[in-house]
């Protein structure tokens, strides 16, 4: 692992807010069906790389400190919404909870105020306006921020109006889509909805249709919240793009229009490298490892897998099985997320890890430990080092192995460098620090996760 070279890569170089240009081709159902083997392809970014007004990213170690308290309310959320499950009144399919509130339903989230990582700009109505929106694998809904805004957060592009969109549609009451949001309000005839988040921030307002533009692609009728009351977010992101397993997804939505396929590549933390995501069969490669998705009617909206065990060093720890699996209540289990930044499991698995990892690195120097992470070096010395891999065993034979800077990590530009792994009582989590780099694909329509056989 090249020391000096992680370290360089952790000198942020904002990006400047962009302001595309959307060239519209119009693709209904049955264009689309003509021009299924396209795929509509995206700049990934992460959030570190947008720049906003009064925001001082520069200095890794705030940003760092920033991305774990995040991500220690993100899973404490999900922790909390697995272990409460059994009375959940579902949402698409998810498994979302309702609380009736001002005009309508509470919905409590797959994705925590703040916990957003990554980000896409799409265009919003007709003509298109230009908005950043952060993607969640676990989250069933797709939301912008709208005018008139009787509350709302800064984002970094002009809250969207939908009196200047020629293509947006309030939703009815009575409507079939209305009917997809148990208990949803409703107020002059419109569907109302409301989107509450762990920590107290949500988005309140009213359901529609509107046209939403990927590059040169023109998606016409998504159901979005267009929300006029919201509070917190996060770095200038104008809403959220669900694409978890519910109906009411952006996955969800498109159904056989895309194929139930999507694939992306998160760029690495300080690269300034744009990823990039891709929706369609065509986002399906050829070689990648494949991994049965598993279905948790507990909590459909996330994307199981079926991890049976973890290696060092190309040997696999002794480690049981049954530590990542479902449990007949269907609590447990192992999920990958975009929006969860450290990799969670089970506290025996991670304890054999660390302590099998650490055996193989007893020549490096050890410092006390930083947020999470109990297990850290202190690298300022040294140009490059050499540390055991690590590896993740799937129940259906394949194994992914990652790259050092994937689970070795800088938490200051003065060469502290953690182990990037968590343990946790609640389920297992494949974050997206463990992801980074690794061209991942989802074909929700046949039940695969495959991995590869790109790097990015």
Known sequence: MDVNEIIASTKLHP?????????????????????????????????????VVGKNHSDHKTRFHERMKRDIIRVESLNRRFSSGGGSTSYGGGAYSY???????????????????????IGVGSPP???????????????????????????????FNPANSASFAGVSCASTVCG???????????????VSYGDGSYTKGTLALETLTFGRTIVRNVAIGCGHRNRGMFVGAAGLLGLGGGSMSFIGQLGGQTGGAFGYCLVSRGSGADGS????????????????????????????????????GGARIPVSQNVFQLSDSEYGGVIMDTGTAVTRLPTAAYEALRDTFLAGTANLPRTSRVSLFDTCYNLYDFAMVRVPTVSFYFTSGPVLT????????????????????????GPGIIGNIQQEGIQISVDGANGFVGFGPNTC
């Open 277 to 312: 995501m891709v929706f369609g069969r065509r986002a399906i490669p050829s070689g990648a490892v494949w991994v049965p998705l598993i279905r948790n009617p507990r909590a459909p909206s996330f994307y199981f897998v079926g991890l049976a065990g973890l290696g060092v």
């Open 129 to 159: 306006r230009n908005q950043y929106m952060v993607i969640d694998s676990g989250s069933d809904i797709v939301w912008v921020q709208c005018q008139p805004c009787s509350q709302c957060y800064r984002q970094s592009d002009p809250v």
């Open 15 to 51: 990006a400047a807010v962009v302001t595309d240009n959307y060239q519209e081709l119009s693709t209904n159902k049955n264009e689309m069906k003509t021009k299924k083997k396209n795929k509509w392809k995206l700049k990934l970014l992460h959030r570190d790389v947008i720049s």
């Open 402 to 425: 990652l790259p050092a800077r994937n689970f070795l990590i800088p938490v200051d530009d003065k060469g502290t460098f953690c182990f990037a792994f968590a343990p946790t009582s």
């Open 99 to 121: 609380h009736v509130e001002d005009f309508g339903s509470d919905v409590v989230s797959g994705m925590d105020q703040g916990s957003g990582e990554y980000f896409v700009r």
């Open 180 to 194: 997809r949001l148990e208990n949803a309000g409703c107020h002059a005839g419109r569907c109302r909805y409301a």
